[in-house]
């Protein structure tokens, strides 16, 4: 089993949508998570953190379930520019090294 | 100013060669990551540099691959006796310090293909 595991994608959806992406990891001594952003042939950025309280940034939410090791990222009024891999990730408590999901493509139509 | 550069941006070797990934980390940076992407995935770790100390090598598939920071900057990952399915996207990523806190800040990769 992969530490940190993704719905696979792709999604397809019409601008103007809702679209959630569901994440799960192992180890339950984790304690920090990320979400990244990459687009095509370019490199991961950091999207935003992810807090036990759940954290919102414009149309972005993110949620961390410690209970359920699950993580979730809500995009709403979605924006042909929110195309993209989205790739959940989980900081290692000792050194940081991070480990990534597979990540899931996003791909918003007109 | 000056982000995380990786030169070459590209390289395509034959089987069998050996290869030089240079990064230069964001200046005055401490931690030093590096990670590999097969196509389709999302990156994997290779090692970690706190300044030129490397802390943690348990990502490195082979001992054909080796990475160096002699001097706390400028990093190199060597990979010898390339096969093909060493093809990847290898990513440098540094922090300014060692703490967990820290945003790792990605390079734009260099993309290695091993015929």
């Known amino acids: 089993r992969k530490e940190v595991e993704q719905d696979p994608g792709p999604f397809n959806v019409p601008e103007g949508a809702t679209v959630a992406f569901n994440c799960t990891y192992s180890?339950?001594?984790?304690?920090?998570f990320f979400w990244y952003r990459q687009d095509c042939r370019k490199e991961p950025k950091l999207l935003m953190s992810?807090?036990?309280s759940g954290n919102e940034d414009g149309r972005f939410t993110a949620q961390l379930n410690r209970a359920s090791q699950y993580i979730s990222l809500l995009i709403r009024d979605s924006k042909l520019s929110d195309s993209a891999t989205y790739l959940c990730?989980?900081?290692?408590?000792?050194?940081?090294?991070?480990?990534f999901g597979q990540g899931t493509e996003l791909s918003v139509k007109p | 100013g000056a982000g995380v550069s990786q030169s070459p941006r590209y390289k395509v070797a034959k089987r069998g060669q050996d290869v030089a990934l240079r990064c230069d980390p964001i200046?005055?940076?401490?931690?030093l990551f590096w990670y590999q992407q097969a196509l389709g995935q999302g990156p994997e770790f290779l090692t970690y540099?706190?300044?030129?100390?490397?802390?943690?090598k348990s990502g490195l598939p082979s001992d054909r691959f080796f990475a160096e920071r002699p001097e706390g900057s400028v990093s190199t990952l060597k990979i010898q006796r390339t096969q093909q399915e060493d093809s990847a996207v290898y990513l440098c990523?540094?922090?300014?310090?060692?703490?967990?806190?820290?945003?790792?800040?990605f390079g734009p990769g260099t993309r290695l293909t091993v015929l």
């Open positions: 180890n339950s001594a984790s304690q920090s």
């Open positions: 200046s005055g940076h401490v931690s």
């Open positions: 992810v807090y036990s």
């Open positions: 990523a540094s922090s300014p310090s060692g703490s967990i806190y820290n945003e790792q800040f």
């Open positions: 540099f706190q300044n030129e100390a490397q802390l943690d």
């Open positions: 990730v989980v900081m290692e408590n000792q050194g940081g090294k991070l480990i």
